[in-house]
């Protein structure tokens, strides 16, 4: 059964790079979507974006000019950046698998434990 | 992007009762439809993909349909580990959207 779990700095000022990072344990990386979503009051569930084993990546337009996703498929890790962070990227930031159903859809079959990020000067 | 409005925002409910909680789309997403429950200080967990699949592990007294007003998780003989947050998600196409939630009380 696989296992998500996401480590990352809670506590940034505006301007800086948020960076989280997420293992996978216990089934295979490839054939999957490995996605961030993240979490707060104000927008609900948003979808940042997604890589998959090669690095190829998918981003939500309105995040992409300041994210940046990697992946280490031998360590079995990826991981997120976001960059000139403001209070409005204040949320719980997930790690999560993305499986594939009728060919192109996806359905997030397990989630990292979360990620509290603050933005605060 | 793709709209998910679900309705209601909130209801009451008691245990035993069976609930419906609608999803509908701002264009046609065919039948790329998920639903999750969110209980407070956890992850998201998906009960339904594909509008109708129950996930594995997932009791089936959780159901989901479409019609032509939109998509409906229906939760039969509600449990008390049922008062939660419940979503929809569609994946037709980029960006993947959630709707707002559909927080279900006692």
């Known amino acids: 059964q696989v296992q998500l779990k996401q480590w990352g700095a809670g506590l940034l000022k505006p301007s800086e790079t948020l960076s989280l990072t997420c293992g996978v344990y216990?089934?295979?990386?490839?054939?999957?979507?490995w996605t961030w979503i993240r979490q707060s009051p104000g927008k609900g569930l948003e979808w940042i974006g997604e890589?998959?084993?090669?690095?190829?990546?998918n981003y939500n337009p309105a995040l992409r000019s300041r994210i940046t996703m990697s992946v280490d498929s031998i360590r079995r890790q990826f991981s997120l950046k976001v960059n000139s962070v403001t209070a409005a990227d204040t949320a719980v930031y997930y790690c999560a698998r993305g499986a594939i159903f009728y060919g192109d859809g996806r359905h997030f079959d397990s989630w990292g434990q979360g990620t509290l990020v603050g933005v605060s000067s | 992007d793709i709209q998910m409005t679900q309705s209601p925002s909130s209801l009451s409910a008691s245990v035993g009762d069976r609930i419906t909680i609608s999803c509908r789309s701002s264009q046609n997403i065919k039948k790329y439809l998920n639903w999750y429950q969110q209980k407070p200080g956890e992850a998201p967990k998906l009960l339904i993909y594909?509008?109708?699949t129950l996930q594995s592990g997932v009791p089936s007294r959780f159901s989901g349909s479409v019609s032509e007003t939109g998509f409906t998780l229906i939760i039969t003989n509600l449990q008390p580990e049922d008062f939660a947050t419940y979503y929809c998600q569609h994946s037709y196409g980029s960006p993947v959207t959630f709707g707002q939630g559909t927080k279900v009380e006692i």
């Open positions: 594909a509008a109708f």
């Open positions: 890589i998959d084993q090669t690095g190829s990546t």
């Open positions: 216990g089934e295979t990386f490839r054939g999957y979507f």
